[in-house]
């Protein structure tokens, strides 16, 4: 093509196109896409995080899964109650809130 104003407009066009249709594609690859994990416990605990903290400790696996089992959790797989995140788990002892979030995190981030 020759270099008129014509042919440059034309390419800058053309380029334009082909930008969009870029994003375009991208974005529809992208959709599919799982969203990472929430780095922040409180709101990955949701409602949980606070009642962690108002109960009395030490306690149990199956006394956390007893009182707090319909809670829900997020999850590498979507929401997770609090009974299926304990669910292949014995019985353990946890001496604090911190200790329930770090192992409940450390479970659902497998």
Same mark, same amino acid.
């Given at each position: 093509?020759? /270099?008129?104003?014509?042919?440059?407009?034309?390419?800058?066009?053309? *380029?334009?196109?082909?930008? @969009?249709?870029? =994003?375009? #594609?991208?974005?529809?690859?992208?959709?599919?896409?799982?969203?990472?994990?929430?780095?922040?416990?409180?709101?990955?605990?949701?409602?949980?995080? /606070?009642?962690?903290?108002?109960?009395?400790?030490?306690?149990?696996? *199956?006394?956390?899964?007893? @009182?707090?089992? =319909?809670? #829900?959790?997020?999850?590498?797989?979507?929401?997770?109650?609090?009974?299926?995140?304990?669910?292949?788990?014995?019985?353990?002892?946890?001496?604090?809130?911190?200790?329930?979030?770090?192992?409940?995190?450390?479970?659902?981030?497998?």
């Amino acid at each position: 093509m020759a /270099d008129s104003k014509r042919g440059r407009d034309k390419q800058a066009d053309d *380029n334009a196109r082909r930008q @969009r249709n870029r =994003d375009l #594609t991208e974005s529809r690859n992208r959709a599919n896409e799982v969203e990472p994990m929430r780095d922040d416990p409180g709101k990955q605990l949701g409602a949980l995080d /606070d009642a962690l903290e108002t109960h009395q400790y030490p306690t149990t696996t *199956n006394t956390l899964s007893e @009182r707090y089992g =319909d809670y #829900t959790v997020e999850t590498q797989n979507g929401y997770q109650s609090v009974s299926e995140v304990f669910a292949p788990l014995d019985n353990q002892t946890y001496t604090s809130a911190d200790d329930v979030r770090s192992h409940i995190q450390g479970l659902v981030r497998r």
